[in-house]
């Protein structure tokens, strides 16, 4: 991005970029009040027959690394997902990942648990954190739309 924004206007733009590329797949996608933890996002079928809850994370720095909290690791459901976003610049498209939240589960925990194994660049023991970070280098979930079941 060419203008430094802060995160919480980060954060708002892709709750909005993502609503509207649910709205352009026919999907109804609604955003939920500031005040729901966990969810950005309620989107469903063109009917209400089915349903599904969005956590949004966006970054503003267009790598594929978004972070997370320790939550992430048992915030889970088959209904719940993931979209990440990475913006790109005013001129570009932003890139979206998109991930089934037992996935991110999954993920989170084990990277964790792996970094916690290593050490300080001084030797000693890494201390435990609320941070988590979820990465897709390889772009497994790039535009994975139809992993979203509706």
Same mark, same amino acid.
């Given at each position: 991005?060419?203008?430094?924004?802060?995160?919480?206007?980060?954060?708002?733009?892709?709750?909005?970029?993502?609503?509207?590329?649910?709205?352009?797949? @026919?999907?109804? !996608?609604?955003?939920?009040?500031?005040?729901?933890? @966990?969810?950005?996002?309620? !989107?469903?079928?063109?009917? @209400?027959?089915?349903?599904?809850?969005?956590?949004?994370?966006?970054?503003?720095?267009?790598?594929?690394?978004?972070?997370?909290?320790?939550?992430?690791?048992?915030?889970?459901?088959?209904?719940?997902?993931?979209?990440?976003? !990475?913006?790109?610049?005013?001129?570009?498209?932003?890139?979206?990942?998109?991930?089934?939240?037992?996935?991110?589960?999954?993920?989170?925990?084990?990277?964790?648990?792996?970094?916690?194994?290593?050490?300080?660049?001084? @030797?000693?023991?890494?201390?435990?954190?609320?941070?988590?970070?979820?990465?897709?280098?390889?772009?497994?979930?790039?535009? !994975?739309?139809?992993?979203?079941?509706?």
């Amino acid at each position: 991005m060419n203008k430094k924004l802060e995160s919480t206007l980060v954060g708002v733009a892709g709750e909005y970029l993502v609503a509207g590329e649910l709205t352009l797949r @026919g999907y109804i !996608a609604s955003i939920t009040l500031r005040n729901s933890r @966990g969810i950005d996002i309620i !989107a469903s079928n063109a009917d @209400g027959s089915s349903s599904v809850s969005i956590q949004v994370k966006t970054n503003s720095d267009g790598k594929k690394s978004w972070i997370l909290n320790k939550k992430a690791e048992s915030f889970y459901s088959s209904n719940h997902y993931y979209v990440f976003v !990475a913006l790109q610049g005013l001129e570009q498209r932003p890139s979206f990942h998109i991930v089934p939240s037992k996935i991110v589960a999954e993920y989170t925990h084990s990277s964790h648990s792996e970094w916690l194994k290593g050490k300080k660049q001084d @030797g000693s023991n890494r201390k435990d954190s609320s941070i988590r970070k979820f990465n897709d280098y390889e772009n497994k979930y790039l535009e !994975a739309w139809e992993l979203i079941q509706l």
